[in-house]
Structures are given as C-alpha cells and as structure tokens.
C-alpha cells in the first residue's frame, strides 16, 4: 500500500468509528455487547495493522510483550473499568441527580458536536492529571512504570501502575446529559486515538489530525528514554491540542523509548514501584 495511503488509516479508523455510532440504530447502541465490541475491534484491528506496517524494528512485538500487554487490556477493561464505575461515575450520576443538575442542551447538539465536546472534557481533566503527575513524585511514582515499557505497541496506554491506571480514568463526564451513542463515540474515538498514539505503526497522519489528536510521533517523544526531564511534554492521551493551548507541545519523535536504564520492569516491580522510596532502594529488585 502506498505511504500516503496508510497515513490515512488513523483518520479513517476514526471516521469509521463515528459513522458506526452516528448511524447505528438505537437498539444496537444499547445492547450491552456492542461497546466491548467496538473498543476491542478497534484495539484488535490497530496491532494488526503493527505485522503489516511496522515503524520501528526495535519495537516488533514479541510473545513476553504480548502476554503482559493482554493482561493489563483486560484488568483496565474489567477491573479499573468496575472500580471507575462504582467510585466514580456511580456516585456523581447520584449527585447529578440529587442536586438536581444536567446539561440538556447538550444533548440537543449535532451527534458530532456532542462526540467532541465529550472528548476534549474528557482529555482536559486527563491533561491536568497526566502533567500533575511529571510534578509531582508521589503522582510520578505511580506514573513513572508506564514510561518503563521499552517499546511501544498498540495496547501499551494500557501498562501502567494500577493507582496510576485509575487515576486517569477519573473524570466528569457522568455529570453530563448527552446522547447514549455520542458518549460511546466519544470513548472509543479517543481509544482508538490513544491506541494508534502507541502503535508501531507506519502511519504518520495529515496535518489536520495531529494538529487536535496525539499521534505516534508526539506520544514516542513523551516517552523518550533521553532523560526524565524530555518526557515533559506532549501530555495529551488522545488530544494533543490541550498541550498547544498549555505551552507543553514539542514536535518531534523518539524511537527509544524508556526510563533511567531502560531494563523492562516486570508486572511485579510495576505494581510496587511506588512502594520503592520506603523499600530504600532504586536497584534492579523492587
Ligand atoms: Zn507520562
Ligand atoms: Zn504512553
């Protein structure tokens, strides 16, 4: 397939998304299986797309990297999913409700408009948290095992301390009235962004996409393994424009990726990794 062809996958994929849940029909929105379906098609469809495509040698997936990226996709979609819901979102639908709050004219807004807004909410609160935790030591404890991982693959946004993994989840957007397919839209659309942001993917979208969404060139450049100092920029998960309006975006791409020594952690040293400054030590063992 020709370059500029397989630039347009991300935008494309993006564009497909948003035709699924702009068109679907009401009884597909909300049957319990067609969320799943979509964000896994989409993460399935992206490291596919790796074995065809593939950006840099030195990240090719491999059976070790596999395994753990597959564990930690389905202890955030199952675990971190529950705990955001019954903590979070739970809670704050209650309090909508209590206070008697709600946007409805938020849900009176074009299908897209509504997708947007949901998402550039969304990725606002995510940039804050995200740049907290390049401040902050305890915040970059738990952060810090995400910019560990010494390659990047389409399910990496997934690895990360679980602490970190629900921080980031934590957001506003159940105090919001808007449309059921809207809000799906808004979540797998920036899921797939922040997925094709990981992927060792050949695909370098057009100007107009990497303007307003993180892409893989700005992403690899925040995980650069240059020094802890360069990571700190290019915050956004899946919406890079925050970064424009906050003074952190950095153009630029970086294909080794890691921290410190750049060794792997394993998921053990990941889970305790916070726990290391009263363990007394920075070594190779947790
Ligand atoms: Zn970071
Ligand atoms: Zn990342």
């Avoid at 564990?71 to 675990?79: E, T």
């Avoid at 397919?181 to 100007?207: K, Q, W």
């Avoid at 080794?256 to 053990?268: C, E, F, K, P, Y």
Wanted: glycine share 6%; proline share 5%.
């Amino acid at each position: 397939m020709k370059q500029s062809l397989v630039n347009l996958l991300p935008p494309a994929t993006l564009a497909a998304i948003l035709a699924f849940w702009g068109l679907a029909p009401e009884a597909w929105v909300t049957l319990p299986w067609v969320l799943p379906a979509v964000a896994v098609g989409t993460v399935i469809f992206v490291q596919l797309l790796e074995f065809v495509f593939e950006r840099h040698e030195g990240w090719r997936m491999n059976w070790r990297e596999f395994a753990t990226d597959v564990f930690y996709f389905a202890f955030v979609f199952f675990v971190i999913g529950w705990l955001t819901d019954t903590l979070v979102n739970g809670p704050l639908s209650e309090l909508k409700k209590a206070w008697g709050i709600g946007t409805p004219w938020l849900a009176e807004l074009p299908f897209l408009v509504q997708t947007m807004i949901v998402l550039f909410l969304f990725e606002l609160g995510q940039y804050w948290m995200h740049r907290a935790m390049h401040n902050w030591t305890p915040l970059w404890l738990t952060h810090a095992p995400h910019h560990h991982v010494t390659q990047l693959n389409a399910m990496k946004g997934f690895i990360g301390n679980p602490i970190e993994l629900f921080l980031i989840s934590i957001g506003v957007i159940a105090l919001l009235d808007v449309d059921l397919n809207a809000l799906f839209a808004s979540f797998t659309v920036g899921s797939a962004i922040a997925t094709f942001a990981h992927a060792n993917v050949r695909a370098d979208p057009p100007i107009f996409y990497g303007f307003f969404f993180t892409t893989i060139r700005n992403h690899s450049l925040h995980h650069t393994a240059l020094s802890y100092e360069d990571t700190r920029c290019n915050y956004g998960n899946s919406v890079i424009f925050w970064d424009r309006v906050f003074g952190t975006y950095r153009e630029g791409e970086s294909a080794i990726v890691g921290q410190d020594d750049r060794r792997r952690l394993t998921i053990r040293e990941q889970w305790l990794f916070p726990l290391r400054p009263w363990l007394g030590k920075h070594s190779n063992t947790v």
